[in-house]
């Protein structure tokens, strides 16, 4: 797809890009696409459906200029390239306006050390799990990333697996004097350990298994030297050994059984990997992907307790990974889920979560829009796609030929729509669109006009654009579930499109956030804010945000905020192309907003047992305007259903893999994909795959960057 040049021709004259999407896929793919060392080639126009930018990432301010979220967003240590993104973006921003106020990227993102899952005794009683996880050496986007292939994972695994057991053991592993293998065992020696470990049994403890893992991380860093079968039978012995002495001490201590369950599942994963050859395979995780991570985790010897524990199950809701939004059918494919914890627990580089210092919309896309602009890029917002029409049948090459468009309204001047208005000096996303810039804006208010709705095709105008005169290359970044209703046409022609959309699924969400007038402390939450996953449905996933208050514009400030998430029980069928009609929409926020009301009066006493009182929940605490009591002073607070086709997260599920269409095919002459549900090799449904993708649909039209400088980019 790289258009080829004349080293004759002294001067060519851009090559126009269409951008239909500004989520992270769309806007990495402008930033790329537009970076200086690309000298302009590439003239970028940016088509964004409603008011704003952002995707499944849009913020808004509202009330108060609190920030109103789609859901609970924090980045992971490991996001190296969308942090390297936002790096270089707050660089040029602040070199273009060094006076201007809050544009330092120091000040967009803070570290969250304090994490933890919800642990689910045996007697029915939730339990927190709470970890500082350390500080890692330097920051994520820095210079010579962390190593990611699989070997280095194992041997990172195994290190994991010698700590875990030492602790359990009570063996200070510093002063410990084991016979230590030479530096690379030989086949010999390590019967020999064996053949020892099986004769001592149950007399030699966990020092042996501590040491047998010492053995276990030097096999792994030289695994085509050795047999499988050996391999197996090392691992076999660590797991005995540990079992026949923990299995007493566990049943009675919560947090020796968690660090067990840990060290189980991190044996199963050595041992499916061993197994199934991953080192060797040169489809590494994706060769599992058939399988549910689950599944895969008892297949290769986990226990039933170490799969229902709180790591899995924290696993599964921070990927909103149920099928069909059903909690009872969990699913995640086995390579992906791999791939994800592994580069997370291990390749993290300062925090093991970032969260952002005010809203998504403000911290990232704010940013990158001005200097995009600055950059010449044109944005046309109210701008939804309608059609994707290709060549005829028979053509010399397939490719677009023409983008339809719904106009859904114009401004008064004629020109531009600004979007950003001004919080507290930062530039920031409106929750509404700022009618007054909008013909007939006052009209189009009254009537609750939601912009952002693909179904609606009330229109001022339809616009076409045409290959070769307003557009020469195409980048396609809408929603997963957008893409049935505008592709008509490759989906009529091409299977491969088709099978896409019939395996990999997307799930609606559902989010609410709460601003209170009690403290952590006064709500018996502890004194720390804290990350929490694992937790009973209908919101199994929670931050405090409370750092955000000074960022909003409050006469009378908040104690206390707080972010809920999970996935949202589907109940309409995506292929009826009828999901997002005004009266589904207001039916889903109503159920939502029963299940805030339901959980916070039911299970919001396990996180903050003083907010329980006499009936239930202290609906008192909820910072309000309104002279409202009970539940009904809810209506103050923010909830969200993300039921639209652009608002859906894109799912990982088993046996979707190979479906995913990478940005880099190139099927048609002048299109590409870029989103988070496409084949970009980390294929989950996160900040860090958009951003990949995003910059694998640049490289597919410019060769930058290079396929190498994509951190973790594995595929062959």
Request: aromatic share 10%.
């Amino acid at each position: 797809m790289v258009e080829a040049k004349d080293p004759g021709d002294e001067v060519q004259p851009p090559t126009k890009v269409a951008v239909i999407g500004g989520g992270c896929a769309g806007m990495t793919a402008a930033f790329e696409l537009t970076r200086p060392e690309l000298g302009g080639r590439y003239r970028v126009t940016v088509y964004q459906m409603g008011f704003r930018l952002g995707g499944k990432g849009a913020s808004g301010r509202g009330e108060h200029g609190r920030v109103e979220e789609h859901g609970l967003h924090l980045w992971m240590g490991y996001y190296e390239n969308a942090f390297r993104l936002m790096r270089d973006c707050y660089a040029e921003r602040l070199e273009l306006d060094p006076d201007r106020p809050a544009l330092r990227f120091e000040d967009a993102f803070s570290p969250a050390h304090f994490n933890g899952a919800m642990d689910l005794a045996a007697n029915g009683e939730w339990l927190p799990w709470k970890v500082d996880f350390p500080a890692m050496p330097g920051l994520p986007g820095d210079p010579n990333p962390p190593k990611l292939d699989i070997p280095t994972y194992l041997i990172h695994a195994a290190r994991l697996l010698r700590t875990l057991l030492t602790t359990l053991s009570g063996v200070d592993d510093a002063k410990a004097e084991p016979v230590r293998p030479r530096a690379q065992p030989s086949e010999g020696e390590l019967t020999e350990l064996l053949k020892r470990l099986t004769q001592l049994g149950a007399f030699a403890g966990l020092g042996a298994a501590v040491e047998a893992t010492r053995w276990l991380e030097l096999v792994l860093g030289a695994l085509p030297e050795y047999p499988q079968s050996l391999i197996a039978r090392l691992l076999d012995a660590v797991s005995e050994l540990a079992q026949t002495e923990l299995r007493r001490l566990t049943e009675a201590n919560h947090e020796l059984r968690r660090l067990w369950e840990i060290a189980e599942l991190i044996l199963a994963t050595i041992r499916g990997c061993v197994r199934f050859r991953l080192v060797f395979d040169p489809r590494g995780f994706d060769a599992i992907d058939d399988y549910d991570c689950r599944e895969w985790l008892a297949l290769n010897g986990a226990s039933q307790g170490a799969i229902d524990s709180a790591f899995i199950r924290a696993l599964y809701d921070l990927a909103f990974a149920y099928e069909g939004g059903d909690e009872k059918r969990p699913a995640i494919a086995a390579g992906s889920a791999l791939r994800g914890a592994f580069r997370a627990f291990f390749s993290y580089r300062g925090a093991f979560f970032w969260r952002m210092n005010a809203g998504m919309g403000d911290i990232v896309f704010a940013p990158l829009y001005e200097v995009l602009c600055r950059r010449g890029v044109r944005f046309e917002f109210f701008h939804k796609l309608t059609n994707v029409g290709l060549s005829e049948p028979g053509a010399a090459s397939a490719h677009v030929r023409e983008l339809e468009f719904d106009v859904q309204a114009h401004t008064l001047s004629g020109g531009e729509y600004e979007p950003l208005c001004s919080v507290k000096g930062l530039p920031c996303w409106p929750a509404r669109p700022l009618f007054e810039q909008l013909v007939g804006g006052a009209e189009l208010e009254a009537l609750g006009i939601d912009f952002e709705t693909q179904s609606d095709r009330r229109a001022c105008e339809r616009k076409l654009l045409r290959v070769g005169v307003d557009f020469d290359f195409a980048v396609l970044s809408v929603g997963l579930g957008v893409l049935r209703s505008v592709c008509g046409s490759i989906l009529e022609r091409d299977e491969r499109y088709r099978n896409m959309l019939e395996h990999v699924k997307s799930v609606p969400t559902q989010a609410f956030q709460l601003w209170l007038d009690k403290d952590l402390w006064e709500l018996g939450g502890g004194s720390r804010p804290i990350n929490l996953s694992g937790y009973v449905e209908p919101f199994d996933t929670l931050a405090d945000m409370t750092h955000l208050i000074p960022k909003e514009d409050w006469a009378r400030p908040p104690k206390l905020l707080a972010y809920f998430c999970n996935v949202l029980r589907d109940t309409a069928d995506p292929r009826d192309g009828r999901y997002d009609t005004e009266e589904f929409l207001a039916r889903e926020r109503s159920r939502v907003r029963q299940h805030c009301v339901d959980f916070l009066s039911r299970d919001a006493a396990a996180l903050w047992p003083a907010s329980r009182v006499a009936g239930g929940f202290d609906w008192s605490a909820l910072s309000s305007d309104a002279k409202l009591e009970g539940p009904a002073r809810f209506s103050s607070q923010y909830w969200t259903a993300n039921v639209r086709p652009s608002d859906r997260y894109s799912q990982a599920l088993p046996g979707s893999t190979r479906f995913r269409i990478s940005p880099l095919d190139q099927s048609y002459d002048n299109l590409t994909l870029a989103g988070d549900y496409t084949n970009c090799s980390l294929n989950m449904g996160c900040v860090e795959a958009a951003v990949m993708s995003g910059m694998l649909a640049a490289h597919a039209l410019s060769g930058f960057p290079a396929l190498a400088n994509i951190v973790g980019y594995d595929h062959p």
